[in-house]
């Protein structure tokens, strides 16, 4: 059974930063991509960030360019975040999946695994 687990949320003023990070076990991703959603009080699960495993190609939403980093092997993948505003607050999923490639490592639908989530709390 393919478990993704989440650490490293909480509460942070505006311009702080967090770590967040993500561990899957019962499968091995060394292809496609894992990647890192969120979901903000009365929005839709929006992409974040993705780590395309093969040749390490690192995609970015607009909103979140040149503050947050995706890193990660092995069966993790970490999320660090700087620099935070109010409008990062949400709830953070990662998710994995062995055919998320291109510009379907973007799409929430490509991805088969999921974490449950954790809460970002950015105050301003």
């Known amino acids: 059974q393919v478990q993704l687990v989440e650490s490293g949320g909480g509460l942070v003023q505006a311009g702080g930063s967090l770590r967040l990070s993500c561990a899957a076990s019962g499968r091995t991703f060394s292809s496609g991509a894992m990647g890192w959603f969120r979901r903000a009080p009365g929005k839709e699960r929006e992409f974040v960030a993705a780590?395309?495993?093969?040749?390490?190609i690192l995609y970015y939403a607009d909103s979140v360019k040149g503050r947050f980093t995706i890193s990660g092997g092995n069966n993790i993948v970490y999320l660090q975040m700087n620099s935070l505003r109010p409008e990062d607050t949400a709830v953070y999923y990662c998710a994995a999946d062995r055919s998320a490639y291109g510009s379907k490592a973007r799409l929430p639908a490509t991805y088969d695994y999921w974490g449950q989530g954790i809460r970002v709390t950015v105050s301003s």
């Open positions: 780590i395309e495993w093969i040749g390490s």
